[in-house]
Every structure is written in structure tokens, then in C-alpha cells.
């Protein structure tokens, strides 16, 4: 009764051998961890404006980000002194609200300006006497043009 040890003894080693072709072969599992999708980068919209009589040049450029909006306004009035600047204010709505900083008669200042959207143009509006509301002067809409390459 030899042959019983060496049948135990091969089906051991067979068993043996089969398990560790099992441990061998099975692969770790693998997790792929996928980068966050970075929003798109917003890229500014450049618009331009102007007012043009023969007397009277009103220019102003934008840059629009989401409601950000910084540029430069020129005023050309005809019988006032050249007042030439930038704006930084933000949209509200069809409202354009913004800070214009400027030079004129030699000197820096600082006032609010607004503009109503209108189709493809601007109007200025001015603070009524209480402040709580705005007119706008629609003598002198700002129309867009196109912005052209300096």
C-alpha cells in the first residue's frame, strides 16, 4: 500500500500547485483616479462704443469677464477740456455700474458713471437729485462699433 502516500503525496502538490497559480494570476485591483474637469478658462469679450457728431467724440472700450468690466472712456466735448480714463465696474442686469478714473484740467479724480444697455448701444445715465434712481441722456448714445487694431 505504498502507492496510497504517493497518490496523497501528488494530490497534495497538485492542489498546492493550483493554488498558487491562482495567487499568482489574480492581478490587484487597480484604481484609476481621473483628474477634476477644469472648468474652461472665460476669455474676455472686448467690446467698443462711440458717440461721433461733428462737434462731439465720446469713445469707450471695454473688457466684459462674467459682469466684470474694466476699459477706457474718452470724452471729446466740444468747448470742455479732454477727459480720458478707465472704467472698472461690473453689469448689473442691462446696467453697466463702474468707477471712472480720469485726468483733467491737470489733475486725477474719481466719479460713478452708468450706462444702460440698450440693442447695440449704451446710454449714460446721471444720479437723480434723491440718488436712489438714474436719467439717462439718450442725446449722446454710444453705438458699437468694431474694435479696431492699434
Known sequence: MKIRPIILGLCGILIFSCKNNETK??????????????????????????????????SLNIEKLDKSVTGSLVYMLQEKDVNRGRIDGEMKGDTLFAEYSFMSEGKNSVRPIVFLQKDDQLIEGTATEDSTSYSFNESFPLTRTNCGVN
Open 25 to 58: 494570476s489574480a492581478k490587484p485591483t487597480e484604481t484609476i483616479v481621473e483628474e477634476p474637469i477644469q472648468a474652461e478658462e472665460e476669455i474676455p469679450v472686448m467690446m467698443c462704443y462711440m458717440y461721433a457728431s461733428e462737434t462731439d467724440t465720446i
